[in-house]
């Protein structure tokens, strides 16, 4: 089975391939027929390319091990880099997308041949499709049955999360650039070409806000999913030096998991002996989620002062 990351970086190669041709053949159209629904798509394509360069960049620069100045290592720098993502989709893509919808529309051009405009078109819906189709085949691996939108909301995979957005982004702006070249074409009348930029532009400017409120999250500092959470102290309880799990936090540091655990445990017949017993159930932890690269156990009682459990 293919960790994570690799189905990530399958994603982001799949929607690297599909919009660098995409692009390529929106300039081309766009040069060709004057339209200017065309050229925001162009764009669009273009910000989509130079968006998976930088998520790959990050999964790279992820890798880098720990150093003095960064002791956890560089994990959550792909937080950095989709945030670098959602900012270029937002300003690249839609606010240029509307500015120059909004120029043309004080400014209408006829389009010069919009069979050809059309046709690109048609071909970027089926190329995108394929891109979208080939994240949600690396979505579905990792979704534990999840509907889209609920994994969109809980995952702790930014690259992932992005490369989906982008594409989702990038097929309903192929189906409005398509109506929008339609119209005109059928009436003769370029302002509905000036509508499909504006219409675009929007589209991406509104996934791109998405994606940056989930994207700001993570940067914050997220936990684990609720299930994995659930899990993990649910395995943590059913060890039997362990009495019970006062407190448990997880923070999730890019594509790695950071745990602390506050535990009273059962009695040991020395203090070695429980040194030695939370090594040991460390040690189960990791072997059952990999990804925990640090656990941190602190054994401690519920009696008298801590009632309650006290921060960790």
């Known amino acids: ?72 290592g560089y994990a959550r720098v792909v937080y950095f880099w989709a945030m670098m993502v959602a900012l270029l989709l937002f300003f690249m893509g839609g606010a240029f997308s509307v500015y120059e919808g909004v120029t043309h529309l004080n400014h209408p051009e006829p389009l010069k041949n919009a069979t050809v405009a059309l046709l690109v078109l048609g071909v970027s819906v089926v190329l995108e499709a394929l891109s979208l189709a080939g994240a949600m085949r690396e979505i579905r691996k990792i979704a534990n ?28 702006g192929l189906v409005i650039a398509f109506v929008a070249v339609l119209l005109s074409a ?82 040991q017949p020395s203090d070695r002996a429980l040194i030695d017993a939370i090594n040991v159930i460390e040690d189960r932890i990791q072997e059952q989620w990999p990804q925990i690269k640090w656990c941190f156990f602190e054994p401690d009682i519920i009696e008298g002062k801590y009632d309650t459990p006290k921060p960790l």
């Open 1 to 72: 089975m293919s960790s994570p990351s690799e189905g990530s970086v399958k994603a982001i190669l799949y929607a690297l391939g599909a919009n660098g041709g995409i692009a390529i053949c929106k300039f081309a159209a766009s040069i060709y027929t004057g339209s200017n629904t065309m050229l925001a798509e162009a764009i669009h394509s273009l910000a989509d390319c130079t968006n998976q360069v930088f998520l790959l960049f990050g999964l790279r620069e992820a890798k880098r091990p720990p150093d003095a100045s960064h002791p956890m």
């Open 145 to 172: 049955g999840k509907s889209f939108y609920r994994w969109f909301r809980e995952t702790r995979q930014s690259e992932l999360m992005v490369v989906a957005g982008e594409d989702i982004a990038a097929l309903m």
């Open 186 to 267: 059928v009436t003769g009348n370029p302002v509905w070409d000036a509508i499909g930029s504006i219409s675009v532009g929007a589209l991406l400017m509104v996934i791109a806000v998405f994606i940056t409120r989930e994207v700001k999250a993570m940067i914050t500092g997220e936990s684990a999913s609720p299930e994995k959470q659930a899990a993990i102290r649910a395995f943590i309880d059913s060890q039997e030096e362990v009495e019970c799990v006062i407190n448990l936090i997880t923070l999730q540091w890019g594509g790695e998991l950071m745990l602390a655990v506050q535990a009273k445990m059962r009695p």
